[in-house]
Every structure is written in structure tokens, then in C-alpha cells.
Antibody, heavy 126, light 111 residues
Framework: QVQLQASGPGLVKPSETLSLTCTVSGGSISNNYWSWIRQPPEKGLEWIGYIHYTGSTTNYNPSLKSRVTMSIDTSKNQFSLKLTSVTAADTAVYYC???????????????????WGKGTTVIVSS | DIVMTQSPLSLPVTPGEPASISCRSSQSLLHRSGYQYLDWYLQKPGQSPQVLIYMGSNRASGVPDRFSGSGSGTDFTLKISRVEAEDVGVYYCMQTLQTRSFGPGTKLEIK
């Protein structure tokens, strides 16, 4: 059974770079897409983006695109998120998730987030 | 950008009674493939979200059959045939047609 665990510094200073890693256990990262989602305190979910296991394809939230980079390390079964120039508005619980192949649509699969990690809290403060 | 809205934002329900949550998108979520690009997620208190429905009406593995999704274009509905205490939490719809974006969430509570 695949499990995901996000980890990283719980406190980041304003203007610095937030770096998180998601470790995949119980299965290989070398298939599917992998995603990051965040949830500010007492607010709803915000999709950040996803990356293909080859690292060749990424798709980011347009509102964060200029500050986001995702990468993947298949040798470590991990994928990562970097968010630059953070502000207090980036304070949130950050979740990682697997995008599972759902229905075959003839030339590609529809993907949905079927396994989520427990989330890691990041506070942006000086 | 596609904007998602949900109603109601708060939904008190008596156990055993049905519940319905509406989700609307600012643009049609009908993909050229003919499928609806919309998912439903439930975030139970203190937990990570979990998928309920994908592509508008496909129940994800392990999801009880009291949950059903329907709709097309810009109007979608999640229905719970008989609410149980364990269904408490915040329900989110999410469009997957253009990148991805969530609705604001509907908080279901037990009366």
C-alpha cells in the first residue's frame, strides 16, 4: 500500500525559499504523476501543481507558476517542491499526493489524486 | 481561469437523511473526449482529503455506494443517499479541465 510523507522545515523566513520533500513508500515513484496541494489555516484547498515521474512534464498553478519548481528523484523515491520569495500568505499545510491513472480515454488516462500524505505545516515568519 | 463555486457552504444533516451538494464552474467542464472533468474530495476533521468521485460520476475504489456524482457542463451534484456520522467533513469539488482548481468547500455536519 503506497504511503506518502511530506517533510521539510516548519519555519521559513519571508523572501526565502520553501523546500519540501515527499517520500513515497510501499511502491515505486516510477509511474504516475505526483502532486502538491496546500491549505492555509482555516481555509480551503489550493492546488500547486504536478510532475510526471520522468520529470519531463510539469503543470503549475498559474498564480504560483513564477515561484514554483517541482522535481523528482526516482533513486530516492522522492519528489520535491520549491517555492521562492515566500510571504506570510504561503503559510499553510502542504500535502503531497499521487495522481492515479483512472479511466482510459483512448489515447491517455484521466488522473485523479487517490493517495494523499498527512501534510506538513509550514509557517512563514521572521 | 476556471472559478468553482459550491452551495451550500454549510450543510446540517440528520443521520439517515439524504444530502446534496451543488458545484458550479465558470466554464463548461466537458472535455473533447466527451467526459466531464470534475472530481469530488472529502476532508474529514483532522485528516488529509480523500477522493470520492472522479470524472463527474465515477466512484473511486473503496468509496461507499451511498455517494454518487452527477452533472454536466457547468453544474454538478454530489449526493449522499443516507448520511452517516462518519460522513462529517468538508466536501470539495475540483475541476481538472484547465490545470486544477478547487471549490470553496461545503461543510457537512450532523444535526
Amino acid at each position: 500500500q503506497v504511503q506518502l510523507q511530506a517533510s521539510g522545515p516548519g519555519l521559513v523566513k519571508p523572501s526565502e525559499t520553501l523546500s519540501l520533500t515527499c517520500t513515497v513508500s510501499g511502491g515505486s515513484i516510477s509511474n504516475n504523476y505526483w502532486s502538491w496541494i496546500r491549505q492555509p489555516p482555516e481555509k480551503g484547498l489550493e492546488w500547486i501543481g504536478y510532475i510526471h515521474y520522468t520529470g519531463s512534464t510539469t503543470n503549475y498553478n498559474p498564480s504560483l507558476k513564477s515561484r514554483v519548481t517541482m522535481s523528482i528523484d526516482t533513486s530516492k523515491n522522492q519528489f520535491s517542491l520549491k517555492l521562492t520569495s515566500v510571504t506570510a500568505a504561503d503559510t499553510a499545510v502542504y500535502y503531497c499526493a499521487r495522481l492515479l491513472e483512472g479511466q482510459w480515454l483512448g489515447s491517455y488516462y484521466y488522473h485523479y489524486m487517490d493517495v494523499w500524505g498527512k501534510g506538513t505545516t509550514v509557517i512563514v515568519s521572521s | 481561469d476556471i472559478v468553482m463555486t459550491q452551495s451550500p457552504l454549510s450543510l446540517p444533516v440528520t443521520p439517515g437523511e439524504p444530502a446534496s451538494i451543488s458545484c458550479r464552474s465558470s466554464q463548461s467542464l466537458l472535455h473533447r473526449s466527451g467526459y466531464q472533468y470534475l472530481d469530488w474530495y472529502l476532508q474529514k476533521p483532522g485528516q488529509s482529503p480523500q477522493v470520492l468521485i472522479y470524472m463527474g460520476s465515477n466512484r473511486a475504489s473503496g468509496v461507499p455506494d451511498r455517494f454518487s456524482g452527477s452533472g454536466s457542463g457547468t453544474d454538478f451534484t454530489l449526493k449522499i443517499s443516507r448520511v452517516e456520522a462518519e460522513d462529517v467533513g468538508v466536501y470539495y469539488c475540483m475541476q481538472t479541465l484547465q490545470t486544477r482548481s478547487f471549490g470553496p468547500g461545503t461543510k457537512l455536519e450532523i444535526k
